[in-house]
Structure formats: structure tokens, C-alpha cells
Nanobody, 123 residues
Framework: QVQLVESGGGSVQPGGSLRLSCAAS????????VGWFRQAPGKEREGVSC????????WYSDSVKGRFTISRDNAKNTLDLQMNSLKPEDTAVYYC????????????????WGKGTLVTVSA
């Protein structure tokens, strides 16, 4: 029933920007913690940013803090990630995820995941 579909990935030069969007169905994002994760080639998946459903608290990994901004559009039931000043090390498949059972983020085993969208940052 729950589906998360990411979009907005692509190729960009260092210093460029991209905006990712996660469209949810079968669940209301406003009711649960939601977040963005990424997995670079040969590396473990890591949390990038989270948005709390209860108080609007946001969390960012140290590597993206000040460059990425997470937001939630309750009317559209989408989760967005604005990525600025992109670096080659940001290259990864980006996933959105939601946790219903534990109500926490980031977790490496969030309850539901999208299939990801590829972001490639290179000259």
C-alpha cells in the first residue's frame, strides 16, 4: 500500500543545484518522520536529512549541512530536498524513506523506502 517515488535526479557540475522530490501514496507524510538517504558506489547507505512530523525539527548530516534543505509539502504529500553547492562526493543514489513503527529518523532500516534517484556530480 505504501509507495514512495523519488524524482529530480540527474547530472550536474560541481557547484550546481538539484531539487529532489518524493511523492508518497498510501501514507500521509505529515504523520511520521521522513527523511532522505543516499548510497554512493561501494559505500554504505547513509542518512542525509530528516524531517520530524511532530514539531518540524530537521536534521542534517555534517557533510551536507548548510548546503541541503529538506522540506515537506503537506498539501501535495511530498518530501523535497534542495541541494546546492553540489560536490563530486555527493554523487549517489538518493532514497526517501519513512518510519511508521518506531517513529524515528535517521535509521538504516526505515520501514518504507523508495527505489531511489541517481545524482551524479562531475565536471
Amino acid at each position: 500500500q505504501v509507495q514512495l517515488v523519488e524524482s529530480g535526479g540527474g547530472s550536474v557540475q560541481p557547484g550546481g543545484s538539484l531539487r529532489l522530490s518524493c511523492a508518497a501514496s498510501g501514507v500521509t507524510l505529515d504523520f511520521y518522520p521522513v527523511g532522505w538517504f543516499r548510497q554512493a558506489p561501494g559505500k554504505e547507505r547513509e542518512g542525509v536529512s530528516c524531517f520530524s512530523h511532530s514539531d518540524g525539527y530537521t536534521w542534517y548530516s555534517d557533510s551536507v549541512k548548510g548546503r541541503f534543505t529538506i522540506s515537506r509539502d503537506n498539501a501535495k504529500n511530498t518530501l523535497d530536498l534542495q541541494m546546492n553547492s553540489l560536490k563530486p562526493e555527493d554523487t549517489a543514489v538518493y532514497y526517501c524513506a519513512i518510519d511508521i513503527e518506531r517513529g524515528a529518523c535517521p535509521l538504516n532500516d526505515m520501514d518504507y523506502w523508495g527505489k531511489g534517484t541517481l545524482v551524479t556530480v562531475s565536471a
